[in-house]
């Protein structure tokens, strides 16, 4: 329903079937996907921290305060943060890889 919303008004099949579809080199493999898989990671911790930085106080005096207020009075918080904390990890591991 999404799709054909969207599809009606901006047309990108043809597009993206164009830009998707093209051979790969014979020597292409799964090495070659961490770059991408690294681009991912980082955009997804560039959002989570951008939504976390929106209510966090980084001030000795306002930093537990602010903590305690995302935990107690916003929904889903904890997947923000667990987004943001295994983001940073994955990152460390995709690098290394």
Do not use: E
Not at 3 to 19: D, I, M
Not at 34 to 63: E, I, N
Not at 76 to 84: D, E, I, K, P
């Amino acid at each position: 329903m999404i799709k054909n919303f969207v599809n009606r008004r901006l047309p990108l099949g043809p597009a993206l079937r164009s830009f998707l579809d093209k051979p790969q080199p014979p020597n292409v493999g799964w090495l070659h996907t961490f770059g991408s898989a690294l681009l991912f990671l980082l955009v997804v911790q560039v959002l989570s921290g951008g939504v976390l930085l929106l209510f966090y106080a980084p001030t000795p005096d306002h930093a537990w305060l602010s903590l305690s207020y995302l935990a107690d009075n916003l929904r889903s918080v904890h997947l923000v943060r667990s987004l943001h904390f295994w983001g940073a990890t994955l990152i460390i591991v995709a690098a290394t890889l």
